[in-house]
């Protein structure tokens, strides 16, 4: 077990892919969680890396709630990329669900300004979320219908269609 100083040290450093996947096996989960909330936004980012390296188990206990709150706090692209990688890998229960965060991801899956992994990671989880409520489904498909796919990547193409046969299903 490493002490607080030295975890804090490790992830205010330039770190690599073999550090992050180190770390994630090293530290748990619970000391990696709230370095995502520090407010040097090296640390936070690392720690959230490193997060993602862990098996989907140890994630499902860590307060989804605090992840939502930063996700859609953070003026960080990196850091809202990799807590919305978090809250998808963890899954979304519906009686979990936020109405903020759905509205959040419903227009940054549309935002041009936005990476493309934020993109399809919002529209993601705004297609699981919605798919609790035919209502709000309707609301995702027209929302999808609005995206003009040439304005998007290769990738995000390819989500949208993928996820349009899904609905279609």
């Not at 989907?56 to 206990?61: A, H, N």
């Not at 692209?77 to 809250?87: D, F, G, K, W």
């Not at 999808?144 to 290769?154: F, G, I, R, S």
Request: charged share 25%; hydrophobic share 35%.
């Amino acid at each position: 077990m490493y002490d607080n100083s030295y975890i804090s040290d490790t992830l205010h450093s330039l770190l690599g892919v073999s550090d992050i996947r180190i770390l994630s096996k090293e530290v748990s989960s619970k000391q990696l969680f709230e370095y995502v909330f520090d407010t040097d936004n090296r640390v936070a980012r690392n720690a959230a890396w490193a997060l993602t390296h862990k098996p989907v188990g140890e994630l499902r206990p860590l307060p989804q709630e605090r992840l939502v709150d930063l996700t859609l706090t953070t003026p960080d692209t990196s850091l809202r990329r990799l807590t919305l990688a978090l809250i998808e890998r963890q899954g979304i229960k519906e009686e979990d669900m936020r109405t903020d965060l759905l509205d959040f991801c419903l227009r940054h899956m549309m935002l041009l300004d936005e990476p493309a992994g934020v993109q399809a990671l919002c529209l993601k989880l705004a297609y699981q979320m919605c798919s609790y409520y035919p209502e709000l489904m309707h609301e995702f498909e027209e929302t999808l219908n609005l995206m003009q796919p040439e304005h998007y990547t290769a990738g995000m193409r390819h989500l949208i269609k993928k996820t349009e046969k899904q609905i279609q299903k």
